[in-house]
């Protein structure tokens, strides 16, 4: 089973520069724990939402809005990809990311093509 650990982060926490060394470090050796242990698939830190741009689809017509996003309560600081045998495992593995205080981490399944309707499944071309 594939997961997506999330780190969201207060809109400006980014705006204000990197997070503190200690901190980074922490999320570093996090990264490589995982990656050791052979659960790690991929993951990264995001760069500030003000270097971001936002589409969004209003009345039908696309808008596309360029960063900082102000209007957000949230922002994605970064994100990990994992693979593990259980959703208790994937919540494990988080409980171990170094968070700053007040910190925050959303666990969430990676839809597999079997978790979707016959119908909608992606039929190999092999």
Do not use: H, Y
């Amino acid at each position: 089973m594939r997961f997506m650990i999330l780190l969201p982060a207060p809109p400006d926490a980014l705006e204000k520069g990197p997070p503190a060394t200690e901190l980074v470090m922490a999320m570093r050796k996090f990264s490589d724990d995982m990656r050791k242990a052979g659960v790690l698939l991929g993951g990264e830190g995001l760069d500030r939402s003000s270097k971001g741009t936002r589409l969004r689809v209003s009345g039908g017509q696309r808008v596309i809005t360029d960063g900082p996003s102000t209007e957000a309560k949230e922002v994605l600081a970064g994100f990990w990809i994992i693979q593990v045998k259980s959703k208790d495992e994937a919540v494990e593995w988080a409980t171990r990311c170094p968070l700053p205080e007040d910190g925050l981490i959303e666990i969430r399944q990676v839809f597999e093509n079997s978790d979707f309707p016959q119908e909608l499944q992606l039929i190999d071309e092999k």
